[in-house]
């Protein structure tokens, strides 16, 4: 039995060099300009589920973070209308980055955070006022993944010293409720969300509209760019989004780079592996043979012990 334990530990070490950045990882140098990490927890998140987030955040492999709880209060603070006994559990991790370095988010439980995609708090982010930043989501349990934004919102401001300017985070909350309500009823991907309002915001930061009529017709025309069609009242909701986007006060000739940057970080960051079939063959190849040879360790035994 030792010896096959020892076999089997050896095997997983093989495979443990196979997957990218999991293999005797070196401790990552404190930005001593730019300042730690913050990690967010969820308020209602019990020991073990709080155990787990870190677990997944890797939060053991940085030298130092600052850790900080979201709460419902925190939600009545950065979003009208709120509920401050809202439960939350969806946390972050945030690194902030140098400036033009854009945003770049990650979901690391996706099977958890079962409404907003990356794109989407990405663009949520930048409604709101937060730039350059890498950002982790996680969640122990399946949730919609709302919270994590507050959190990243809160998280901002111990960070910088900053205070954000609540307009921008509740419209940057009007934002992700429209996108999370047009990928379930309007029959479009997530993809397809978030390409449309990456387009439209682009639109907007390029013409700066003036009027409701000129961004009803940008909003008209990127849905006719992009083949997608929306009930009246989907297109009406995308529009006052929109024109409430136009007025507020932002500097839109940053924008253009920034919204560029969205999707073409995550991609950069995380398509390489996730699209590499050839990786994802070893993977399977390795635990088929694995399970293959272990069950011809145990035949062999129940052969011995019947002789």
Do not use: C
């Not at 915001?201 to 700066?208: L, N, P």
């Not at 006060?249 to 920034?258: H, L, T």
């Not at 590499?276 to 293959?292: A, H, M, P, R």
């Amino acid at each position: 039995m030792k010896k096959w334990l020892s076999i089997i530990a050896g095997l997983f070490f093989m495979f443990s060099t196979l997957m990218p950045g999991q293999a005797l990882a070196t401790p990552k140098t404190i930005n001593e300009k730019l300042g730690v990490p913050i990690v967010v927890y969820g308020a209602n998140l019990s020991d073990t589920e709080k155990e787990m987030v870190r677990e997944v955040l890797r939060v053991d492999e940085e030298q130092e973070v600052d850790e900080i709880i979201v709460s419902g209060q925190d939600l009545v603070k950065y979003i009208s209308n709120s509920n401050p006994n809202a439960r939350m559990y969806s946390s972050a991790k945030i690194t902030r980055e140098e400036e033009g370095k854009g945003l770049t988010v990650s979901i690391v439980t996706p099977e958890n955070i079962t409404e907003v995609t990356s794109e989407m708090y990405a663009n949520a982010m930048l409604t709101a006022g937060l730039e350059d930043a890498m950002v982790e989501v996680a969640a122990p349990k399946p949730v919609t993944g709302h919270s994590a934004l507050v959190g990243i919102y809160k998280a901002y401001e111990v960070k910088t010293g900053e205070t954000l300017d609540i307009e921008r985070t509740d419209v940057a909350n009007e934002e992700l409720y429209v996108a999370t309500e047009l990928a379930d009823n309007a029959n479009i991907s997530d993809e397809q969300v978030a390409q449309l309002l990456t387009e439209i915001k682009k639109q907007i930061a390029e013409i700066d509209p003036q009027t409701r009529e000129e961004v009803e017709k940008i909003v008209t025309d990127q849905l006719s760019k992009l083949q997608i069609e929306l009930s009246d009242a989907d297109r009406q909701m995308l529009i006052d989004l929109m024109d409430r986007i136009r007025q507020l006060d932002i500097d839109f000739s940053k924008w253009a780079d920034q919204l560029s940057n969205i999707s073409s970080k995550i991609e950069e960051k995380f398509g390489n592996l996730l699209h590499d079939e050839g990786f994802w063959e070893k993977v399977k190849n390795f635990f088929s043979k694995l399970i293959e040879t272990i069950s011809s360790w145990f035949s062999s035994s129940e052969e011995q012990e019947a002789n």
